[in-house]
């Protein structure tokens, strides 16, 4: 069966409401993708999906809303999954080089927060900054240590756009910095799940780093 077949049969245990038979078929799946980055989102998006969703049936009243919200979402991830086996992108994932570690997990081993604080240190040394849930916010991702020292590069750079987007603002974090440059560096626009005003401050992050200023 091929990984296409395979997804639609995954889409069709959802549509037959065997999501928990669903989800245990995108882990197998995942055992045959070469692509160590796709790999790794499938394992981590099973995981917070099957938890979203479980958290929502506990939460289930007469309101199927966030139930339908939560399968909505693991369908549009295997549509993802899809486009980028289809178009041949399976080989290719971000553009990462160097140390490949990722950074995902529900609780980040202690190697890694050390990791992730030698690239603060090099960028932002003594300075301080308010890091916000920073090591629960970059376990939600599948980054590599290397796409986070680019990302982690270009908030310092542009350090001067976020003190005037959030000055005075809860959201004035690294967390909530490096989630923005995460988004604007690695993430296409149309996957961007912000609001309105998130998305449009995504955007102009992301032309000031293609101008290079």
Request: hydrophobic share 30%; charged share 35%.
């Amino acid at each position: 069966m091929t990984k296409e077949n395979k997804l639609d049969h995954i889409r069709d245990l959802i549509a037959n409401g065997k999501i928990d038979k669903a989800f245990d078929e995108l882990k197998n799946l995942s055992k045959g993708i070469d692509d160590r980055q796709l790999r790794n989102s499938i394992i981590l998006n099973c995981y917070s999906y099957n938890k979203n969703y479980n958290e929502e049936l506990l939460n289930l009243k007469n309101d199927t809303t966030g139930v339908n919200r939560a399968i909505l979402k693991t369908l549009e991830f295997i549509d993802e999954i899809e486009e980028r086996i289809s178009e041949n992108k399976e080989d290719k994932g971000y553009s990462a080089k160097g140390d490949y570690q990722l950074i995902c997990g529900e609780e980040l081993p202690i190697e890694i927060e050390k990791k992730i604080d030698a690239i603060l240190e090099k960028y932002f040394g003594d300075k301080i900054i308010d890091r916000g849930d920073l090591y629960k916010s970059l376990s939600r991702t599948a980054i590599s240590m290397e796409q986070l020292d680019k990302a982690v590069y270009e908030v310092k750079k542009h350090f001067d756009f976020f003190q005037k987007e959030f000055a005075y603002s809860s959201g004035m974090t690294l967390s909530n910095f490096i989630t923005y440059a995460i988004d604007a560096i690695f993430i296409p626009e149309e996957k961007w799940t912000g609001s309105r005003n998130r998305n449009k401050t995504t955007r102009e992050f992301r032309e000031l780093i293609k101008k290079g200023k």
